[in-house]
């Protein structure tokens, strides 16, 4: 690929400050899971547009999206269109920057500005559900006693001047030793609590509780690899989140509502605290949290739990149907079996966290299974004709051969992809001599 192909920044929405670079493969951004640039928004589509490398330029194509593709306040419609640096790409509540390479962002280019949305008043009516909510209320500050406990245990002996700094920073933070977040959101129905905490191990833990509504529970733990961890530092290093008070309060949008958000931030000797209720949040505190929670979502595969079970049931069909149409179309093309597999995936995957699992989940798991049995019996057929090619040294069918191998497997994080891509290099080498 040229080095003069520009390149992305996200400059809004849950990815923002990430940049990407447009392998010769093409960059899908959508819903899906499978996508590279993949986000949780119900605006976008699961494939919603193609980033791809022609001719030395830089080109954007919808594909097909619910909503469309905006590029320069200009519809995308149906034809691709060449980016240059400056032009801006829209797609649901992502906005994309296309810049120099390793530039930054131009002065005509700045973030998003924050919008106030202000507070609404609370209503006199209290609906005759004080009882209950005193219930919930309680129920809340003790989950808040265990999350704070927790908090403690990982964390002993808070250090002196555990409060934050309002003035002066060092130029250079200390090093993020450890983050304990929590959400709460209640009323009169029940309660959703989201916890994230990170520790020095590496080691990102997650819990969710939806109760009563979907009475849906999620515990997960994973181990950063070190580009994680990098950029879970950076989501951490904005000056301005060091300046926050220690507490906002506010009057709730609706009586007998709680919306609550606490964050500890734990960097060399300095404890960060600051907690939030019924208040609107700063702009900075917004920003790393929406960064925190998208990027723990994608690092702990859960974003999916945002949804309510009835939305992820449907989203689970809608990717039932596209594997179902690929499957039968898998002689078509040869990309089309993978492409079912994926989706069938994609189905099983938004049900994880649905309890109990509607009727067809059993099918869904056997079309997977199907689907996958069918691309590993593919893939060896077409490997054996690939490397009979090469042990004739008939280098013209081999790139063939391989070509199809590697369309078979689209994937480019999928090992078999990246063992077919190196062959293919090694014969248009053979090729050129």
Not at 256 to 284: W, Y
């Amino acid at each position: 690929m040229s080095d003069n192909i520009p390149e992305i920044i996200v400059t809004k929405g849950p990815l923002k400050g990430s940049r990407f670079t447009v392998p010769d493969v093409g960059l899908r951004l959508g819903r899906s899971s499978t996508c590279e640039i993949s986000i949780a928004d119900p605006a976008l589509s699961r494939n919603h547009c193609l980033f791809e490398v022609r001719d030395g330029m830089l080109w954007v194509t919808d594909l097909a999206s619910a909503n469309g593709t905006i590029v320069n306040d200009d519809p995308l419609g149906a034809e691709s269109k060449a980016l240059r640096p400056g032009d801006r790409v829209s797609a649901g509540d992502t906005v994309l920057a296309i810049v120099e390479p390793g530039g930054e962002l131009p002065p005509e280019l700045p973030d998003a500005p924050k919008i106030d949305l202000g507070l609404g008043k609370q209503d006199d009516a209290d609906g005759g559900k004080k009882a209950p909510m005193r219930l919930i209320l309680w129920a809340v500050a003790a989950l808040a006693v265990v999350a704070a406990a927790a908090i403690i245990l990982a964390n002993p002996g808070d250090p002196e001047g555990a409060t934050n700094a309002p003035t002066e920073l060092p130029d250079e933070l200390p090093k993020l030793l450890g983050f304990a977040f929590e959400k709460v959101e209640a009323d009169t129905d029940g309660i959703y609590r989201y916890t994230l905490s990170y520790s020095q191990d590496g080691k990102m833990s997650v819990e969710i509780d939806d109760v009563p509504k979907e009475n849906r529970h999620v515990r997960k733990t994973a181990t950063l690899s070190a580009d994680a961890q990098d950029q879970l530092a950076k989501i951490f290093a904005a000056d301005e989140l060091y300046q926050l008070e220690r507490e906002y309060t506010g009057v709730p949008l609706k009586p007998n509502t709680l919306k609550s958000f606490s964050l500890r931030v734990l960097r060399g000797s300095r404890v960060f605290d600051t907690t939030i209720e019924n208040a609107q949040e700063p702009a900075a505190f917004k920003d790393v949290r929406e960064r925190l929670e998208t990027f723990s979502k994608n690092e702990l595969g859960i974003w999916a739990i945002q949804f309510s079970a009835e939305k992820l049931v449907e989203m689970s069909e809608e990717s039932r149907r596209a594997a179902d149409a690929k499957w039968e179309e898998r002689d078509v093309k040869h990309g089309n079996t993978a492409a079912s597999l994926a989706s069938y995936e994609e189905a099983i995957f938004y049900l994880e966290t649905v309890n109990p699992k509607p009727a067809n989940y059993g099918e869904l798991c056997k079309r997977r299974d199907q689907a996958a049995a069918e691309l590993d019996k593919r893939y060896k057929d077409q490997r054996f004709l690939a490397d009979r090619a090469i042990n004739l040294q008939d280098w013209d069918t081999a790139k063939r051969e391989l070509r199809i191998l590697c369309e078979l497997v689209p994937d480019t994080k999928d090992p078999r992809h990246s063992e077919a891509s190196a062959k293919l290099l090694d014969v248009e080498a053979r090729m050129k001599k």
